[in-house]
């Protein structure tokens, strides 16, 4: 359904943290946000939009599996290069799901098997959680991040709320606890379709420095270049105030995963912003390197007094 690439990263002397690695560069980054709903997984409270959904369960039950030794604030990438592809140093994801409905929560239940052929019940925490499954709709107006739950038998189970019809990819990132991938960031993919009215494509909006989402303002500054490093930093107010209530969200102030436009190539990064408690802001510091040039779909989620905001952002790189 979609040919890409996946971006590959791993921060130097880090070798369990997701990153996105960067350096300077001139070229000048546009963003465009949007709001974006979370579901009713999440707890405290959610926002809401069509298409925009974020909700979370639990991680299932795991035979064995290990903390990442997370560092607070120092984000970590998913590794793996090549397209977006099913299977992955000899890990495949598989489901018989490959048709879901439209219009109301549904399951979407998959294994991941290791290189003997088994499901694999082993996976080390990776953000609090030990599987991390995405649905984003081709055009990029559809998002959810989900964590699912596994069955003793290595079944997931992930609950996708209300997918508008049309060409979807769901993603499975996580990290084996044992094995020849033991502690090696992979994310597998697969294309499903919702059935029903699909609305065509819609066009990706345009550029622009900041947006309005839930009441509070998100600027971001920066300049990134296709393969080069470069920080970026994230701003949030409300009321023309700074915001300094963020309160830690997966183990970070805040979760950020970008997709590339018409590839679905795909990133993940974390603020490198250390983590003292319910009072994170205004500022989040961020590094990326994103892999090709083009348009990027950034979701941002962040949590204020109990509720999940997400924050859909346009990204170009040159």
């Known amino acids: 359904m979609f040919t890409s690439s ?4 791993r921060r130097s002397g880090l070798p369990r943290r997701r990153t996105l690695a960067v350096a300077a560069t001139a070229t000048a980054l546009a963003l465009t946000l949007a709001a974006c709903g979370s579901s009713g997984g ?4 959610t926002s809401s939009m069509p298409g925009m959904e974020h909700g979370h369960g639990s991680a299932g039950p795991s035979s064995s599996g290990t903390p990442m030794g997370d560092m607070p604030g120092t984000g970590r990438m998913a590794s793996g290069a090549g397209a977006p592809s099913d299977t992955r140093d000899g890990y495949r994801l598989v489901s018989a799901d490959r048709r879901l409905p439209s219009g109301r929560r549904t399951a979407y239940r998959f294994t991941v098997t290791g290189p003997d052929g088994r499901p694999v ?3 080390a925490l990776d953000q609090t959680r030990r599987m991390h499954f995405y649905a984003v709709r081709s055009d990029l107006t559809g998002f959810q991040h989900l964590h699912p739950v596994m069955a003793a038998d290595g079944t997931w189970t992930a609950e996708p709320a209300s997918l508008a019809p049309g060409s979807w990819r769901v993603f499975a990132s996580f990290v084996p606890a044992s094995g020849a991938g033991k502690g090696k960031d992979l994310v597998l993919s697969r294309g499903v379709f919702v059935s029903g009215d699909d609305r065509g494509t819609a066009p990706l909006p345009a550029p622009a420095a900041s947006v309005r989402v839930d009441g509070y303002d998100v600027r971001v500054r920066g300049a990134l270049k296709a393969g080069t490093a470069s920080p970026l930093t994230v701003s949030v107010s409300e009321g023309g105030q700074p915001v300094r209530d963020l309160q830690p969200y997966l183990g970070t102030y805040a979760h950020l995963t ?3 436009k018409g590839d679905l190539a795909f990133a993940h ?11 994170g802001g205004p500022d989040l ?16 989620q962040f949590r204020t007094a109990g509720r999940l905001h997400t924050a859909a952002v346009t990204l170009r790189v040159g």
Request: net charge negative; proline share 5%; charged share 10%.
């Open 285 to 300: 510091s961020f590094h990326a390197e994103l892999p090709t040039s083009g348009d990027w779909r950034l979701f941002l």
């Open 269 to 279: 990064l974390h603020p490198l912003t250390e983590v003292t408690g319910d009072h």
């Open 258 to 260: 970008a997709f590339h």
């Open 121 to 123: 019940t082993g996976f």
């Open 42 to 45: 999440s707890s405290g409270g």
């Open 6 to 9: 996946f971006a590959s990263f």
